[in-house]
T-cell receptor, first 113, second 113 residues
């Protein structure tokens, strides 16, 4: 049972380039989330989804887009990367919301130069 | 917006010592959770608390949901080297943050040199 899998694990982008981060879960969870983690800032919610075909904005959504076409996948897109988006990105999923606790992936370390 | 204040920000432990950390807020929450993050990995759920005053243990870890519902505490007894990492508190209030979890900025545990 793989849990939550994030790809890629590392990536370096040039300013203005675009990319998509993929999150896949095999636990049949309804809810999925994208967080970013920066030193001294903790975890901040970017976007989330409460089910297939739905997405919603979190605390820091600007510069990112998401899609949840299939229940098991949640994609995070950066259309035009900026140095301020250098961060570690974590995907998480939960059965039916936060009270169940989240299962996190192992993260994607993104550097924008 | 709602914020969780975690303290201490960092601490050094010596094997065998007991460790205490806490999380406070000016807001009331319905659920408190504690996560641990090892280097290069995503956070892992340690303990979930659902009722004011609740005291829950997981091995050497004990967490409490504060009576005022504005705080939570985590204690680690007889620490061992593998306890090092970053500990995050998280909380949910159905009426705020779209019902999603918000996270503290973390308490980093390191081994005393």
């Amino acid at each position: 049972n793989a849990g939550v899998t994030q790809t890629p694990k590392f990536r370096v982008l040039k300013t203005g380039q675009s990319m998509t981060l993929l999150c896949a879960q095999d636990m049949n969870h309804e809810y999925m989330y994208w967080y970013r983690q920066d030193p001294g800032m903790g975890l901040r919610l970017i976007h989330y989804s409460v089910g297939e075909g739905t997405t919603a904005k979190g605390e820091v959504p600007d510069g990112y887009n998401v899609s949840r076409l299939k229940k098991q996948n949640f994609l995070l897109g950066l259309e035009s990367a900026a140095p301020s988006q250098t961060s570690v990105y974590f995907c998480a999923s939960s059965v039916q919301g936060p009270v169940d606790g989240y299962t996190f992936g192992s993260g994607t370390r993104l550097t924008v130069v | 917006g709602q914020q969780l204040n975690q303290s201490p920000q960092s601490m050094f432990i010596q094997e065998g010592e007991d460790v205490s950390m806490n999380c406070t807020s000016s807001s009331i929450f319905n659920t408190w959770l504690w996560y641990k993050q090892d280097p290069g990995e995503g956070p892992v759920l340690l303990i979930a608390l659902y009722k004011a005053g609740e005291l829950t243990s997981n091995g050497r870890l004990t967490a409490q949901f504060g009576i005022t519902r504005k705080d939570s505490f985590l204690n680690i007894s007889a620490s061992i080297p593998s306890d090092v990492g970053i500990y995050f508190c998280a909380a949910q209030n159905y009426g705020g943050s779209q019902g999603n979890l918000i996270f503290g900025k973390g308490t980093k545990l390191s081994v005393k040199p």
